[in-house]
Structures are given as structure tokens and as C-alpha cells.
Nanobody, 110 residues
């Protein structure tokens, strides 16, 4: 089972940008996804990308602000987040098949 490790989360002001990374322990050409979970809420889908990186999809709440990408040569998944809002505050997780990372905290201050 592939191991996933997220990084890049931090405290940022509203309107700012962050790039999250998710490093996989081995090469994977499966679909990969970002999810997030805010305090007191269920984990929700954010974005997904196909194994080749040519197909992506986004939750309506982040469409036009977030961009998912991957570098298969580096076994790494990314999430570029722009125009951040306080409601984007959450722990962000990457996922592929049955593997989940430990999450990285993103906090957006107003």
C-alpha cells in the first residue's frame, strides 16, 4: 500500500495563496484526490486528477481558485490554492485507492 505524506499547510491571510504537496512512497498512476475536513464537519471532496494528469475535476466551492496537478516523475501530487477564503480553513488530505495521508492544516484568517 502506498504511503502518502502531505505538506505545505500554514496560516495565511484571506486572498493569499498556498501550494500543498503530497509525496507518495512509490510510483502510482492511479487517480489521486484532495479532500478536506473542517472542524465539526464531514470530510469533503476538493479535487481529483487522473493517472496521466490530463483529466481533472473540482468541487464547486473551489472551482476557478484551486488547481490540482501531479508530477509522476517525482511521485508528487500538488494543490495550488489561490484567493483563499476563511471557509477554506481545514485539514487537507490526499488520497489514492485506500491510502490516506495524515493531513496538513490550512488556516485562512480574515
Amino acid at each position: 500500500q502506498v504511503q502518502l505524506v502531505e505538506s505545505g499547510g500554514e496560516l495565511v491571510q484571506a486572498g493569499g495563496s498556498l501550494r500543498l504537496s503530497c509525496a507518495a512512497s512509490s510510483r502510482t498512476f492511479t487517480n489521486m484526490r484532495w479532500f478536506r475536513q473542517a472542524p465539526g464537519k464531514d470530510r469533503e471532496f476538493v479535487a481529483s486528477i487522473s493517472g496521466s494528469g490530463t483529466s481533472t475535476s473540482y468541487a464547486d466551492s473551489v472551482k476557478g481558485r484551486f488547481t490540482i496537478s501531479r508530477d509522476n516523475a517525482k511521485n508528487t501530487l500538488y494543490l495550488q490554492m489561490n484567493s483563499l477564503k476563511p471557509e477554506d480553513t481545514a485539514v487537507y488530505y490526499c488520497n489514492t485507492l485506500n491510502s490516506w495521508g495524515q493531513g496538513t492544516q490550512v488556516t485562512v484568517s480574515s
